[in-house]
């Protein structure tokens, strides 16, 4: 059974809140579920708790419904620090910019208050982040290719990551990220000089149309794959 339905968002924050007192500092909800692309039975749930303090010692009063909640299926919280979110800046730009577009706050105060984060940052976390999923996507094709229904699942597990580097590089090419999946993909293709066809399978699978089942060592897959390589090349030509 989902989380949602054993224990919802409002439910969790309510039961938290109550659980650590004047600790919580904020419970964000943020990810699809904000942004209004949540596929139930699919998408994550993701939420971000910031405490005055992460220590151990001080989370143990809220590990019991954490525990329940992980234990229908999501993730736990990200936990930080108050002071580790203000130093993250320079660390998680990507993730905070992407929060800042679309987040709720479930309890405590909106975390992206004064937060700024630099250009700079930004273009370096990318470069780092877009390699290492290149790397780790060829590696998955690499054992996947012999197989049509599990390079199916790769590309489909692989979108949400990349849909978020996407993402950051519409903000550093000065676009503003689409919420909607299809538009993100047109413009970041636009911007990238990437084929958006490429792409088309893995749309429609995210929009549940349920496309042909992909053959062992399908072009599609292949395509798929050379088209993040080639994301990764722009992203590092571009300029701080």
Not at 32 to 58: K, W, Y
């Amino acid at each position: 059974m989902a989380a949602d339905k054993k224990l919802g968002q409002e439910e969790f924050a309510r039961r938290v809140e109550s659980a650590l007192g004047d600790n919580i500092v904020s419970l964000v909800l943020f990810g699809s579920a904000a942004r209004g692309t949540h596929v139930e039975g699919r998408s994550d749930i993701n939420l971000l708790l910031i405490v005055q303090d992460a220590s151990v010692a001080a989370l143990h009063a809220a590990t019991p419904v954490v525990a329940e909640w992980a234990r229908g299926g999501q993730p736990p919280p990200l936990i930080f620090s108050e002071a580790e979110w203000r130093a993250s800046t320079d660390v998680f730009p990507i993730e905070i910019e992407d929060m800042r577009d679309a987040h709720r706050v479930l309890a405590g105060r909106d975390p992206l208050d004064g937060v700024v984060t630099t250009r700079n940052h930004l273009r370096f976390e990318l470069e780092h982040e877009v390699r290492g999923k290149v790397l780790r996507l060829r590696t998955e094709y690499a054992a996947a290719a012999a197989d049509g229904k599990t390079l199916g699942r790769l590309l489909v597990h692989s979108a949400g990551t990349f849909f978020v580097l996407f993402r950051a590089v519409l903000r550093l090419t000065g676009g503003v990220p689409p919420a909607d999946h299809d538009a993100l993909v047109r413009e970041t293709a636009a911007a990238a000089g990437l084929d958006a066809s490429v792409f088309e399978w893995v749309l429609a699978a995210l929009d549940g149309k349920k496309p042909p089942e992909l053959a062992a060592y399908d072009p599609i897959a292949g395509r798929y794959v050379d088209a993040m390589e080639q994301l990764a090349d722009f992203v590092d030509g571009m300029e701080a």
